[in-house]
């Protein structure tokens, strides 16, 4: 048990069902900096298992106990591990029941490192012993139990703590090569019933390399030919495969395209499964040997169904997650508006989605002329990040226009509407909003009136990189039920002066207070006012985000011209 765990690739443990360690991988020792005769003995949880801060996380959530005494495989996407220097690593996880070299029931938990610490989930690593250099070895005959449970679980663990599709093929081809095969060749069938030859990939000087020229399109699928490639591709049945498979004459040109294969790899044992989704056949996995002399057997097949069978449920999840994230880039795209083009001011905005969000969320803005030439300027928060947060984001814009075109209030009045409409008409949570309407006057001085709810302040910098908050006109979020009286705040923007809205995701991260996000923003737009409009924002978005931001960002920026206008400019609503 020991000297197989103490080899596996990934950082891990086997436990008693109580949680007391028995063993530990070499990759957990370098991870955490203890050696494992500190750890075997110890209670897991209470050894290793902390929150975010270093605290210890407490023992009724721990979802790894939870699934040792329950006897069942969890897994979850964050926690963080104690190291001996008293910091914190962040993992993923995955525990699973075995049972080796003792009567009693165990459990196996593999981690994988997040945030920089040890092994990167998707390194040139593989699942089983190490040759003398440290790259791993070939292993020609059949796994142990406890190698074939740690290498599905290691494949479950990389290939589903990652949302990429392209990653998690690469993953995949370099938890086989060189551990179950010299060759592993993956198929992938379109949504068009077509065919392409994603990845050849073989082991060379220790590195797993791919094979451009045998990769590419691939003939069509035939309806019903014999062959061990097409029958994987039509999830028929796995097969085991040699270049004498193919001697004779082709019944289709994929066929032809497989002894090539076999004839430019070498290969003389290959073993092809499907690779199934939940709905259809997504490809085809080939394991073959050219260097390692023993052939494949019957226990090399059901391996490779059992990993192709978790392979596509993580490629069917990464592929729903790729079409959901381009609805939501479409989506976004169409429900954030054009700015519009006004005389004399410069205008400029920024979207960011939260970065595990399908591209779409609740954070807005918007900036439109209005019928008697004032300009209205928005940016808001609707609680989500999802396709429902940004369809409420929608229908409380449209209706902050309607409002806005019709009534022709000030800012507050305008809020006082929205707010009742969001408690009685619109399918909107809660949300933070700043309304703002920008006015020129006769001598060419532009002045802004505000309402806030529940919103981080405006930040106006002056051309020569004077930065404040304006922090009057504030009132609680929409939303509440409460219905207030809502201030407007007034505010003479000096002649070159920047003013930026903007949402919370700019200035608030979990690690840091707001106060600490709103020092950063205000130093970096002093610092960068004199850059034209584009790059200030740009190049602000850039500097003040902080850099593990979970939430989305949205930032409307205003410049007014440098020297008052001889004339008022008579700004007009879009037409068309």
């Not at 690593?125 to 791993?136: I, K, L």
């Amino acid at each position: 048990m020991g000297r197989t765990l103490a080899a596996l690739s990934a950082p891990a443990y086997i436990a008693t069902e109580a949680g007391t360690i028995l063993a530990v991988s070499s990759a957990l020792e370098e991870l955490v900096g203890m050696e494992a005769a500190a750890m075997v003995g110890q209670d897991g949880h209470d050894l290793l298992h902390r929150n975010e801060h270093g605290g210890h996380a407490a023992r009724a959530q721990c979802g790894i106990r939870e699934a040792g005494l329950a006897r069942r495989t969890a897994q979850g996407e964050r926690m963080w591990l104690g190291r001996a220097d008293g910091s914190v690593v962040e993992v993923g996880w995955l525990a699973t029941g075995c049972q080796v070299d003792a009567p009693d029931p165990m459990a196996l938990v593999i981690f994988t490192p997040r945030s920089g610490h040890g092994a990167d989930p998707g390194r040139e690593g593989t699942a089983g012993a190490t040759d003398a250099v440290g790259h791993p070895a070939p292993h020609g005959g059949p796994l142990s139990e406890l190698e074939r449970l740690a290498l599905l679980a290691e494949t479950t663990t990389r290939l589903t703590s990652t949302l990429d599709v392209d990653e998690a093929l690469r993953r995949l081809t370099h938890l086989m090569v060189p551990r179950l095969g010299d060759w592993a060749v993956i198929d992938l069938i379109t949504r068009n019933a077509e065919v392409t030859r994603f990845a050849v990939a073989h082991q060379e000087n220790g590195a797993v390399v791919r094979r451009p020229d045998l990769e590419g399109p691939m003939p069509p699928i035939p309806p019903v030919s014999p062959m061990p490639l097409s029958r994987a591709l039509r999830g028929a049945a796995s097969a085991l495969a040699g270049p004498e498979t193919y001697h004779g004459p082709p019944d289709a040109d994929i066929a032809v395209a497989q002894r090539r294969l076999f004839d430019v790899t070498g290969m003389h044992s290959a073993v092809i499964a499907p690779i199934r989704g939940l709905r259809e056949v997504l490809g085809a996995l080939t394991l073959g040997r050219s260097e390692q002399p023993e052939p494949y057997g019957p226990a090399h097949l059901t391996l490779l169904e059992d990993i192709t069978r978790r392979a596509g449920l993580a490629l069917d999840n990464a592929r729903l997650y790729e079409r959901q994230r381009t609805v939501g880039q479409t989506m976004q795209r169409y429900l954030l508006p054009q700015l519009p083009r006004v005389p004399g001011l410069g205008l400029a905005a920024r979207y960011r989605p939260a970065p595990e969000a399908s591209e779409v969320g609740g954070d807005w803005y918007d900036a439109f002329v209005l019928g008697d030439g004032a300009l209205m300027l928005a940016v808001g928060d609707v609680v989500g990040h999802d396709l429902e947060a940004a369809a409420g984001m929608a229908q409380l814009r449209n209706m902050l226009r309607a409002y806005s075109w019709s009534e022709q209030d000030p800012p507050s009045k305008i809020v006082e509407w929205l707010d009742l409409a969001c408690m009685n008409i619109a399918e909107v949570s809660m949300t933070t909003l700043i309304c703002g309407r920008l006015t020129c006057s006769a001598d060419g001085r532009y002045q802004l009136s505000w309402t806030n709810a529940g919103h981080p302040p405006p930040l106006l910098v002056t051309r020569d990189g004077t930065a404040r908050y304006l922090a009057d006109g504030h009132g609680p979020l929409l939303g509440l039920g409460i219905s207030p009286v809502r201030p407007d705040g007034v505010a003479v923007l000096p002649p070159g002066s920047t003013l930026v809205f903007y949402t919370d995701g700019l200035v608030e991260s979990p690690r840091d207070s707001i106060d600490e996000g709103l020092d950063r923003l205000r130093a970096n737009a002093a610092s960068l006012v004199h850059r034209d409009l584009d790059d200030f924002t740009d190049e602000l978005l850039e500097r003040s985000r902080p850099p593990r931001n979970e939430d989305d960002v949205a930032m409307l920026a205003v410049r007014v011209p440098a020297e008052p206008a001889a004339r008022p400019p008579r700004w007009r609503p879009r037409t068309g």
